[in-house]
């Protein structure tokens, strides 16, 4: 059975200047034990898509349409959210320092999130709280045992004496890799990682794709791998999806699409990504992400395409296959559509 199945969905934030739809009738599948990247310029929407999978939109944002589900069981279903936070999903954010907590020792707080999702050998019903108190000190627990391996499994070097350092007392490739241990330390079937490496060096960013990768494989765990560098995409996924003003634009199996990107923005994205293209001259995507509030023209991305006619601007593009594995553009000016009688980059303008 499909892991996560996202199928139309939309979310919007109502604004003082109209309504944001930050993701706009996005479909998205992730296979259990698959590595899927969502790519795309800041401010595409991603976070969002994140968040909504999460159900943690910031109010008054909200999912206007769509579902979303999990193992087949859809999460806009609260009682099924609730069943699933934390244990069967979890994410991780770009900066660390903001969800891991600065008062208490990073051992601790991984001890902690096992206790609270696991109950690790401590069957009564107690308060996160009263546990805390009970249990959180002691550090020969099953649970701190445990955060411990944690850390080892994410390659901190001497995890049992850096379990009791505080966040400060890490460098930002550790706090990082803390992070991923606590996402993993319940054992999720999902893990979403939003620009997980994006705040770090590249060589640090390096090593904890690879480690993400590996870890994937010990815990068996899926990730939904968000960002805007198409480099860390090509060295990490299985598939890709292409984000652009709220939609998906492309979407494949990650060496086909880098293969042979169709989409224009894809492109653009490719010709501006510097450790893609090696001798090719970077050349960024001229203008930027709309405003996503009321796009009055069709394809999102007309505007700023070198290809785009008047019939952009005028008809939806719907995906169209354009290449092996399920390999999919949505652009008027790819692949085939039999509906429409014009042929590709052929329309006259006035
Ligand atoms: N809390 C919010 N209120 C209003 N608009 C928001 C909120 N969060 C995000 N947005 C808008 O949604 C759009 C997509 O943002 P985001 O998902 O953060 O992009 P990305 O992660 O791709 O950089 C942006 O236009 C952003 O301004
Ligand atoms: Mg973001």
Redesign the pocket.
């Known amino acids: 059975m499909t892991l996560l199945e996202v199928e139309g969905l939309r979310t919007e934030?109502p604004?003082s200047r109209g309504v944001?739809t930050?993701v706009d009738d996005v479909d998205l599948s992730i296979e259990s034990g698959e590595i899927v990247g969502l790519v795309?310029?800041?401010?595409?929407?991603?976070?969002?898509?994140a968040?909504s999978v999460m159900g943690i939109v910031?109010s008054p944002?909200r999912i206007t349409d769509g579902d979303i589900r999990l193992h087949g069981e859809s999460l806009l279903d609260e009682g099924r959210r609730e069943a699933v936070r934390g244990s069967e999903l979890s994410m991780i954010f770009q900066d660390p320092m903001n969800s891991l907590n600065p008062t208490l020792p990073v051992g601790e707080q991984i001890a902690e999130t096992i206790r609270l999702h696991q109950d690790v050998g401590e069957s009564i019903s107690l308060s996160a709280e009263l546990k805390r108190k009970l249990f959180g000190a002691a550090k020969n627990s099953e649970a701190w045992r445990r955060a411990v391996e944690m850390l080892e499994a994410v390659e901190i070097p001497d995890p049992a004496g850096r379990a009791t350092d505080y966040p400060h007392e890490f460098s930002g490739g550790m706090r990082q890799r803390a992070m991923i241990a606590m996402a993993l330390s319940c054992e999720p079937d999902l893990l979403i990682a939003?620009e997980p490496t994006t705040a770090l060096d590249v060589t640090v960013q390096a090593q904890i794709l690879d480690e993400l990768a590996g870890l994937k494989e010990a815990f068996d765990t899926s990730i939904l791998l968000?960002t805007?560098d198409l480099a860390v995409v090509a060295e990490t996924c299985d598939r890709v999806n292409v984000?652009y003003a709220?939609e998906i634009i492309e979407r494949g199996p990650v060496e086909e699409l880098f293969a042979n990107p169709q989409h224009p923005y894809t492109q653009g994205l490719l010709a501006s990504t510097p450790r893609l293209d090696a001798d090719a001259d970077v050349r960024p995507i001229e203008g930027s992400?709309p405003?996503?509030i009321d796009i009055p023209y069709a394809c999102h991305f007309a505007p700023r395409c070198p290809e785009s006619d008047r019939e952009c601007f005028e008809v939806a593009p719907d995906f169209r296959s354009v290449g092996a594995g399920d390999h999919e553009a949505a652009c008027l000016k790819r692949g085939e559509n039999p509906e429409l009688s014009t042929g590709p980059a052929e329309v006259s303008d006035d």
Not at 41 to 47: D, Q, V
Request: overall charge negative; hydrophobic content about 35%.
């Open positions: 934030f604004t944001v930050a795309g310029e800041s401010g595409s929407g991603k976070s969002v898509f968040e910031e944002g939003d968000i805007h984000m709220g992400v405003d996503l």
